[in-house]
């Protein structure tokens, strides 16, 4: 069975990735240098899924430590046949106050894992990308031939990590990528043992939610109540990360067995407003989630929600995750782990 590197492999998509894969039966090596992420993650992985996690820690700039994870794969399983990518930094607001390290580590990361693919003669990639790059699109549910467009320096990363790839498997054919832009992962494995453990005030919907549920925060703050949606708040494709981990696997199957590059977007097709996210919280933890109207955030659209038919008709994958399974399990993982890997 084929061996997979994952990069941030401890990360929230990362670790539900690593247990997806070795469900579908392959063997993982991850590296991560924990910038976003607890070591604690490893223990939680062996208790799910019976197997000691192999990883390298280290940063995917360092090139020692990359050829130590292939070296790894070549003498645990027989070498590695692909790498997933998530490793980046990704915080949207972060990124506009340090953008030079924003694009040293996520340009340089994968510029790095790119050579060290190429010494080892590895060319199936699968690369993290995210619907950022459609920016405010003109038209929904969109679909990946919509025009691109980024409007941070986070989004930019992604959108020149797209370039490079593509001219990359240009100029040398024998690189085959999935370009996998990701709508708005949230949710956690149904075991409640791993999900997403932000670190600070949280700035994504979801997690700020479980926290108000928890009751660490009093209310949520709707950013905005005046957009173009129905009931004026903010609407967004969520998609359970472990539909999104399954969409890992198909996409490392389609690369192997077609020998080609695919581009798709990973989300339901289903757009939910701050509101009835909140809703179904609050259904689904049993918890109040009082809310508060907010301006807008700066930089947030009207509306955001894939056409996922592209992934289905390449590579058979579809979310079958709702948006109470997201709730439900997210709720799971906030209530029995209040202060997240930290106990
Ligand atoms: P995350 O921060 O939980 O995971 C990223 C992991 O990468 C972390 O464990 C971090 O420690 C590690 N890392 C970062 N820089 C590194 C480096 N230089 N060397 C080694 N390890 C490094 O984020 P996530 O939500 O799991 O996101 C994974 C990928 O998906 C990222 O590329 C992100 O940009 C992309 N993405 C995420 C979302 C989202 O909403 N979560 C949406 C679209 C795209
Ligand atoms: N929102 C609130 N209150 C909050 C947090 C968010 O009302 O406390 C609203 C936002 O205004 C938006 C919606 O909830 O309308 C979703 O916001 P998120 O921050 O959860 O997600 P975004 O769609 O803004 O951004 C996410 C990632 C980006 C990624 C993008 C597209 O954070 O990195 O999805 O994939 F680029």
């Known amino acids: 069975m084929a061996c997979i590197l994952l990069t941030g492999a401890t990360g929230y998509i990362g670790s539900h990735t690593w247990l997806a894969l070795q469900q579908a039966g392959f063997d993982v090596i991850g590296i991560d240098n924990f910038v976003n992420s607890s070591p604690k993650v490893l223990a939680r992985l062996a208790q799910i899924g019976g197997l000691e996690p192999v990883l390298v820690e280290g940063d995917v700039r360092d090139a020692v430590a990359l050829d130590r994870c292939f070296e790894l794969g070549r003498s645990r399983f027989g070498g590695i046949q692909a790498v997933v990518h998530f490793a980046a930094l990704k915080a949207v607001g972060e990124s506009v106050e340090r953008p030079l390290d924003y694009f040293e580590n996520n340009l340089g990361g994968l510029l790095a894992v790119c050579q060290a693919m190429k010494r080892h003669g590895v060319h199936n990639l699968v690369f993290s990308s995210s619907a950022t790059v459609y920016g405010k699109p003109d038209s929904l549910p969109i679909t990946e031939r919509a025009a691109l467009r980024v409007t941070n320096p986070y989004g930019q990363t992604k959108l020149m990590g797209e370039e490079i790839l593509r001219e990359l498997e240009r100029c040398d054919t024998s690189w085959h990528i999935a370009y996998l832009r990701y709508f708005n992962p949230v949710g956690a494995h149904a075991s409640g043992l791993i999900g ?140 029995t782990n209040p202060n997240g890997f930290e106990g």
């Open 196 to 335: 997403e453990d932000p670190r600070g005030i949280p700035n994504n919907l979801m997690p700020y939610v479980a926290q108000v549920a928890a009751g660490k925060r009093p209310h949520l703050n709707v950013f905005g109540n005046d957009y173009d949606t129905p009931d004026g708040t903010g609407v967004r494709d969520y998609i359970h990360v472990c539909d999104l981990a399954e969409g890992h696997v198909a996409a490392l199957r389609y690369l192997a067995d077609q020998q080609q590059s695919l581009t798709v977007n990973l989300g339901t097709g289903q757009g939910y407003s701050v509101l009835e996210l909140a809703q179904a919280y609050g259904r689904a933890s049993g918890r109040d989630i009082p809310v508060v109207f907010a301006p807008r955030r700066p930089g947030d659209i009207d509306a955001c929600y894939a056409d996922p038919t592209h992934a289905w008709e390449t590579m058979g994958w579809r979310a079958a995750r709702g948006l109470d399974d997201m709730c439900v399990d997210s709720w799971r993982w906030q209530s």
